[in-house]
């Protein structure tokens, strides 16, 4: 691509100063301040407040709402329910065949029938926040219930009661893929001379848990003719879309602004039912509502995630190397499809990339997307990968058992050397260091003394074990990438558009979304890199489907890598074209310009000779009678960007020590690293950041978070004091170590590096216990590992050996 | 999340919210103090409780007597009911020798903002089974003093707790006092939750009581011992069977293994979503061992 | 039946203010809503998440279980009384520095966590800093940065900066 006007080092006014510096976050100032703007900071005159009123039961016929007493209660304006407020529903689609695809509806308030505890049935209006709740108190609902389906065995029983009347089996999507040749040989052949692993592993549901919880404020505003919904999402335009489509109206008339965000994790990057009712309320009482989902609905009748079941069937040689994998993947998805991803978003994203970072020569999944009676799912950072990765690792570690092999040794034997690889799953991974960050993190163990003390533990009566997690992570999916999915809407590319004022500053657009990431920051470093220009120069634009011609938002760890590409881009044809319009002002050919990388453009011939910006843009806009005759004035350029094939892959390794607590079962870290590689790193704390909090939030899946359900349906936990969110305690200190293998397709080199921590970490905390567990013949495979059943494996053993030496 | 409506007083003084009480029951209302809030506050905003009026007892803190520690000739802690946890944890000097042990119990109370909130009167009087107070208050012989509109009840800790969130206070009486009337130089708290801060899964307290005539050159002996437990019963509970061991023992890994074993056997505790009833068991004997093993070591703090 | 408004006169940030408020309204919500100090955010409405902390009477208090009427003989600080203008504390600068934020939304209640504890605890160390950091929950950090934030700030306070973390050994 070398040849292309973009990528001319003339046009690159980069020295390395901004790229790879951790400079401080321009995002700072102000959120350290108390003067960030979140949703529920924005107040409006004569805003109203909205509430849900939400079902108590998990299963039934809807057969009343009496919202009389409810528009009774004193400050409450008004009240309605599904009728009232007719609106059209949320279809999410693939372009899939009828026996593995069932489409099925979300109603923005249910209508005949309730499919989960905390399924909003009604919407109450009132002054204030508080009288809502009196009116949300008041509302009855009437209901005729049906048996609730709470799990993989309700659902799939052959006398289930149907979650959704399309889908009589409770199943929304079932795939086989690959099934490549040999698959059943391998498994004889292991028989006879090898080895079969045959395990299953479940992973609870859990909540991402942004912080913040969602939010919206809607105000329908007649000099724009236009609904102004300023809500807390990571895709606007995907907002704008269903807001529009359910409104029965044009998006023109529908204008998205996100403000700040405190966090998403996926969970924002769908569109929730309780926005679009806010959205029609503005428009039906014409005055600005806002809707702020609280702790209680936020843990119950949030978007939820990763309960998943896996049966994994692998087929190993006597020397260790897989040679067949037989996967069965159930994904309990609960009561709806999110859009635009679907409910195949989980099982889709298993059965495509289960073989992860090892050579496997023949693969059969089954993949199937459940419907219960529960909260539904969206992505969670990671989606269905930190399960996967479970699975295929704990696969390695029973084989490695089997064979007597070590643990990293068995990973060496399969992981993926030779790049680019295509793979049985008939994905192509892009260079990566697989084996290079297994083999660091064993060095870190081994030289910091670690390997040592877990052979010395055990004869101390201590319970010391390490744990590794070697994987990668497919990060920018573009256009290609989801269009192999089947999705109907097809996400990948990001349009990027840059200005430059009279002053020589800049503002670039992104249709990314940040939402903690550092964009402000980091997207504004490729820019600054890019033209040479200070970052104080460049302000970044984000979240607004009036200034964004379109966007897909901040999910699947596309920003750096999309996002980032196309400000590159656009900031590149800037730069072009300010050194067209410097050649022209100094009587030179345009060969002989480049960026200097101080702000202007600079002869190449005679170095003395140099335009700055400021006076380029002078002419652009002031005097454009001084323009080239083939140069328009202004000083903007648009670029759009799609990642190329199967995307790029970030890798890493990571390796745990934890100690067992003997007496009450407590896994304590002793210490964690975390070796990565998302390519040419642009910000390094940024990066670093990432990977801690993604760690933590994996640590949170393996060892504390877990929303279940009572036999009717009811979720356990609808406060933080069920819902067991990891605090400083809990989560250690984490070392990161950078590899750095640059991706060739994007356009600064980097890979994604938003998921990754929360990927590995379950599987390396797990794997680190069960070898804590070694010596008591027991093997855990699920998660959350609750310390009852650590305590109960560790009394076990100690029982079975005073009985053996008794 | 937001409470239901209520009316708010300001109590002046304890007769004030005496008789406000007095009042406002009389006329069919369900009034309800506030102290520092923290536990009913949460109850509050999720609208599990709803009273009509709250009387914020809050303006007593003027008086010393409401929030101070002090000590008796006798030996015995006196703390104000609106005395706040981290005041207590605060104040190692002015608890004295003998009852240190609460002043290290409080970093198993929530965390620094409920401690600098949280009363050490609100906490009992919400009787919930696993509240350190709860168990301190048996632990140390505590006496629950409160004031009613006719008299002053002194409430003996054996007394105070009758069940699940229910205590022996009256719905016209304000704690105002409570007296621990049994130094225990040797004593410890420890507890067990998922993630530290949180309710406790199971806490115990425990106090050991050297034996003077016994002690010689065949090493010491003990008087004594006591065993509290929370979260295997509504109420805290002591463990005779426990007790039992450790009196006229020798302090030691075996002794305090063996108590520990004995409590562990004793309790009959729940079973629920949290734990089993087994894991509730196991840890019972793992924090007794390592609470009498603590109090022993702070033998030398006098 | 809402019930009868009173007068409360608060005093927030060395400024009195007289308000006309339900008693069920919660300080949060009052400092939020009715005074317009948006930098206090609210996170789960139980005091498990700190995210509200504010300083009362210089000490941390989740202002989530406090109703603003209870406050009314009291001195609140909220995020905003930090710093002068637009220059950041020390404290603020360290969390900057350290990466100890990413989204922000925790924020505010971390440093007024963190500036009440410093005040009692000028000499703690960073295992009593983690063990007070461990009141809030943070969902972006893995509480690290944090932690060396505060940790940090305490040390350059007693004239010792260069605290950070420390790499575990067997």
């Given at each position: ?806 | ?89 605060t104040s190692r000097a002015e608890l004295g020798p003998g009852f240190g042990v609460i002043c290290r119990a409080m970093r198993w109370v929530g965390h620094l903002p409920i401690r600098s909130r949280g009363t050490v009167g609100g906490s009992l009087v919400h009787g919930d089974a696993t509240a350190e ?167 030398d703090d006098r | 039946m809402t019930s009868e408004r009173q007068l409360v006169v608060l005093a927030v940030n060395g400024t009195e203010h007289e308000l006309l408020l339900e008693p069920r309204q919660i300080l949060s919500d009052v400092l939020r809503h009715e005074l317009g100090l948006t930098g206090t ?130």
């Amino acid at each position: 691509m070398s040849g292309e006007p973009a990528r001319d080092a003339r046009f690159d006014g980069g020295r390395g100063r901004w790229v790879g510096a951790s400079v401080p976050r321009r995002e700072d100032p102000r959120l350290l301040s108390g003067r960030g703007r979140f949703v529920d900071d924005v107040h409006l005159t004569g805003m109203l407040h909205a509430g849900f009123v939400r079902a108590t039961v998990a299963h039934a016929h809807l057969t009343g709402v009496d919202l009389e007493a409810t528009r009774a209660v004193p400050g409450v304006v008004a009240a309605f329910d599904a009728a009232d407020l007719d609106l059209g529903d949320v279809v999410a689609l693939l372009d899939r065949p009828p026996e593995e695809f069932t489409p099925t509806t979300m109603p923005v308030l249910a209508r005949d029938k309730i499919r989960f505890v905390g399924e909003p049935v009604a919407v109450v209006v009132a002054r204030d926040p508080y009288a809502v709740e009196d009116g949300i108190e008041a509302t009855v609902v009437s209901t005729d219930p049906l048996p609730a389906v709470v799990s993989e065995q309700t659902a799939l029983a052959a006398d289930a009661p149907a979650v959704h009347d399309e889908a009589p089996g409770n199943v929304l999507l079932d795939v086989t893929m690959f099934d490549t040749p040999g698959v059943d040989e391998a498994f004889a052949a292991a028989a006879a001379d090898g080895i079969v692993v045959d395990l299953v592993t479940h992973s609870a549901r859990q909540n991402a848990l942004p912080l913040e919880t969602r939010g919206v404020v809607a105000a329908w505003d007649d000099h724009d003719d236009q609904l102004h919904v300023q809500i807390c999402t990571q895709v606007p335009h995907q907002v704008r879309t269903v807001i529009a489509h359910s409104m029965r109206v044009p998006e023109r008339t529908v204008r998205v602004t996100v403000p700040d965000m405190g966090g998403g994790f996926g969970q924002k990057c769908v569109v929730g039912r309780e926005e679009i009712a806010v959205a029609a309320l503005a428009r039906r009482l014409d005055a600005p509502v806002k809707w702020i989902e609280d702790r209680r609905e936020a843990l119950t009748a949030g978007f939820l995630a990763r309960e998943q079941r896996y049966r994994s069937r692998a087929a190993f040689d006597t020397d260790g190397h897989i040679t067949a994998l037989d996967v069965d993947i159930a994904c309990d998805m609960g009561a709806y499809s999110c859009y635009p991803f679907t409910a195949g978003i989980e099982p889709l994203m298993a059965a495509a990339e289960m073989p992860s970072v090892y050579r496997v020569p023949a693969y059969r999944v089954r993949a199937r997307a459940l419907t219960t009676n529960k909260a539904p799912s969206a992505p969670y950072r990671g989606v269905s990968r930190p399960q996967y990765v479970l699975a295929i690792e704990r696969v390695m570690e029973h084989a490695a058992r089997l064979l007597d092999l070590d643990p990293v040794e068995i990973r060496r034997r399969n992981v993926i050397t030779e790049f680019p690889w295509t793979g049985i799953n008939a994905v192509t991974y892009d260079p990566g260091s697989y084996l290079e960050s297994l083999e660091l993190a064993e060095t870190i163990m081994r030289d910091e003394g670690w390997t040592a003390l877990r052979e010395r533990a055990l004869g101390e009566g201590r319970f010391v074990g390490i744990g590794y997690c070697c994987f990668s992570e497919r990060t920018g999916y573009g256009s290609e990438a989801f269009a192999k999915r089947k999705m109907q809407v097809v996400p990948g590319f990001d349009i990027s558009e840059i200005r430059m004022d009279t002053t020589g500053a800049v503002v670039v657009t992104s249709g990314t979304m940040n939402h903690g990431q550092s964009h402000e920051t980091t997207l504004a470093q490729i820019v600054a890199e890019k033209l040479g220009i200070d970052i104080a120069q460049v302000k970044l634009r984000q979240g607004d489907t009036e200034r964004i011609a379109y966007g897909w938002g901040t999910f699947a760890s596309r920003s750096a890598t999309i996002g980032g590409s196309a400000v590159s881009l656009a900031a590149g044809r800037l730069g072009e074209l300010l050194c067209r319009i410097a050649a022209h002002l100094l009587e030179t050919r345009p060969e002989n310009v480049a960026l200097d990388g101080e702000g202007g453009v600079v002869q190449l011939d005679d170095p003395t000779q140099r335009i700055s910006f400021a006076d380029i843009a002078d002419v652009a806009y002031l005097r454009a009678h001084l323009l080239p005759k083939e140069v328009e004035p202004t000083l903007s350029a648009t670029a759009s960007f799609d990642v190329p094939g199967d995307g790029t892959f970030s890798n890493a390794t990571h390796a745990a020590v934890v100690e067992l607590d003997p007496g009450t079962g407590r896994v304590e870290f002793l210490r964690y690293a975390c070796v990565e590689d998302c390519g040419v790193v642009i910000h390094p704390q940024v990066v670093e950041g990432q990977a801690r909090g993604g760690i933590a939030q994996g640590i949170a899946g393996a060892l504390y978070e877990q929303v279940t359900y009572a036999d009717n349906g009811e979720p356990s936990a609808a406060s933080f004091i069920d819902y067991l969110v990891p605090t400083a305690t809990e989560v250690p200190d984490i070392s990161v170590d950078h590899l750095e293998t640059p991706c060739a397709t994007t356009e600064n080199g980097a890979k994604g590096a938003g998921e990754g921590g929360t990927i590995g970490a379950p599987a390396t905390v797990l794997n680190a216990v069960n070898d804590a567990l070694r010596h008591t013949g027991v093997e855990l495979d699920d998660t959350p590992v609750h310390p009852q059943t650590v305590l109960a494996a560790l009394d076990d053993a100690a029982t079975s050996r005073e009985e053996a030496t008794a | 999340m937001k409470p239901a409506t209520f009316r708010y007083h300001r109590a002046h003084d304890v007769a004030d919210a005496i008789g406000m009480l007095g009042e406002l029951d009389a006329a069919g209302e369900d009034p309800k103090l506030v102290a520092g809030g923290q536990s009913l506050v949460p109850m509050m905003n999720f609208r599990l409780a709803r009273p009509s009026v709250l009387i914020d007892l809050g303006p007593l803190r003027r008086f010393p007597a409401m929030t101070g520690i002090g000590h008796d000739d006798d030996g015995a802690l006196t703390l104000g009911a609106l005395t706040t946890h981290r005041v207590v944890e605060t104040s190692r000097a002015e608890l004295g020798p003998g009852f240190g042990v609460i002043c290290r119990a409080m970093r198993w109370v929530g965390h620094l903002p409920i401690r600098s909130r949280g009363t050490v009167g609100g906490s009992l009087v919400h009787g919930d089974a696993t509240a350190e107070w709860c168990l301190l208050a048996v632990l140390l012989d505590a006496v629950i003093i409160a004031e009613g509109p006719d008299s002053t009840r002194e409430i003996p800790a054996a007394e105070m707790f009758h069940g699940f969130y229910a205590t022996a206070v009256g719905p016209d009486e304000v704690v105002v006092a409570i007296r621990f009337t049994r130094p225990s130089p040797r004593a410890a708290l420890t507890e067990f939750a998922r993630r530290h801060g949180d309710f406790a899964l199971v806490d115990t307290a425990v106090s050991l009581e050297g034996d003077p005539a016994r002690s010689n050159g065949s090493g010491p002996h003990l008087a004594g011992g006591r065993v509290v437990l929370g979260g295997i019963a509504p109420t805290p509970v002591r463990v005779p069977e426990a007790e039992e061991v450790l009196a006229g023992g020798v302090p030691g890994p075996a002794l305090f293994a063996d108590a520990a074993a004995a409590a562990a056997e004793a309790i009959d505790p729940p079973e629920d979503p949290a734990a089993t009833a087994r894991y509730r068991r196991r840890l019972t004997r793992t924090l007794v061992t390592r609470a009498l093993t603590e109090a022993w070591g702070h033998g030398d703090d006098r | 039946m809402t019930s009868e408004r009173q007068l409360v006169v608060l005093a927030v940030n060395g400024t009195e203010h007289e308000l006309l408020l339900e008693p069920r309204q919660i300080l949060s919500d009052v400092l939020r809503h009715e005074l317009g100090l948006t930098g206090t955010h609210v996170g789960c409405e139980h005091g498990v998440c700190g995210a509200c902390t504010v300083l009362v009477d210089g000490e941390p208090v989740r202002s989530c279980l406090v109703f603003a009427v209870q406050a009314e003989d009291a001195e609140v600080r909220t995020v905003e009384s930090l710093g002068e203008g637009a220059e950041l504390t020390d404290l603020q600068q360290a969390f900057r520095a350290h990466h100890g934020l990413q989204c922000g939304f925790c924020t505010a209640g971390f440093l007024m966590l963190a500036e009440g504890f410093l005040l009692q605890e000028p000499d703690a160390g960073r295992d009593e800093v983690r063990e007070a950091v461990s009141a809030n929950l943070c969902r972006c950090t893995g509480y690290q940065n944090i932690v060396d934030a505060v940790a940090d700030t305490a040390a350059r306070r007693r004239g010792s900066p260069g605290s950070s973390t420390q790499e575990a050994a067997p």
